[in-house]
């Protein structure tokens, strides 16, 4: 069964850490485009991180910028998500995805373009 499990959200007080867990089953993730999203309540989901098939190119977004960081752990089939100097406005459900296929172009900008699996999504709240 393929499947992405995330885990590590919480409560973090501003100017917090944390980090985010990607855990893949039924396919190595590395060999493929990964994409981290969050949405917020009201607001639509964005791509904030996405890193092409064969992790050529790996692109965030101007809001997590030199604060959120992308590692992988071959090992364990597992990417992470460290997210450094957390603001208020970080609160989210975060997701974690990725593409199978092969394209041309995986992502557009910070947000991959094609997701073929999805994880459950982990909270994050960030609040004093």
């Known amino acids: 069964q393929l499947q992405l499990v995330e885990s590590g959200g919480g409560l973090v007080q501003p100017g917090g850490s944390l980090r985010l867990s990607c855990a893949a089953s039924?396919?190595?993730?590395?060999?493929?485009?990964i994409g981290w999203f969050r949405q917020a309540p009201g607001k639509e989901r964005e791509g904030i991180l996405c890193i092409s098939r064969g992790g050529g190119s790996t692109n965030y977004a101007d809001s997590v910028k030199g604060r959120f960081t992308i590692s992988r752990d071959n090992a364990k089939n597992t990417v992470y998500l460290q997210m450094n100097s957390l603001k208020p406005e970080d609160a989210a459900v975060y997701y974690c995805?990725?593409?199978?296929?092969?394209?041309?172009?995986?992502?557009?900008?910070?947000?991959?373009?094609?997701?073929?699996?999805w994880g459950q999504g982990t909270q994050v709240t960030v609040s004093s």
């Open positions: 995805a990725v593409d199978l296929g092969v394209r041309n172009y995986y992502c557009s900008g910070p947000r991959l373009r094609s997701v073929d699996y």
């Open positions: 039924g396919f190595t993730l590395n060999a493929y485009a």
